[in-house]
């Protein structure tokens, strides 16, 4: 069983940045492929960016490339969204997900643990 919590979430003014955080529970951390998804109000679960075991693979959906960079620190069990220049068309929750069966994964069902989410809010 893997635990996975969320945190760096927040209101912040256009153009601004944050930083949410996702700590996971587990000793194979290193085996997980990691990812960030969100949801806004109304609308479906969208991918947002994903990273492999090793963290030599990311991908991005194209509306953050060049403003959010998704990082992982296997010594700690953590991974980190860098979000920079935020929109407000960014409020949504966060999720933080795992997947033990993929290297990299670009869609939800490629996840096997989720977190509970962290709120960010983008003023304009």
Known sequence: ???LVESG???VQAGGSLRLSCAASGRTFSSYAMGWFRQAPGK???FVAAISWLGDRTDYVDSVKGRFTISRDNAKN???LQ???LKPEDTAVYFCAAG???VIG???RE???WGQGTQVTVSS
């Open 44 to 46: 479906e679960r969208e």
């Open 83 to 85: 979000m920079n220049r």
């Open 78 to 80: 953590t991974v980190h």
């Open 111 to 113: 996840y096997d643990y």
């Open 100 to 102: 033990v069966r993929v």
């Open 1 to 3: 069983q893997v635990q």
């Open 9 to 11: 979430g927040g209101l």
């Open 106 to 108: 670009l869609f939800g």
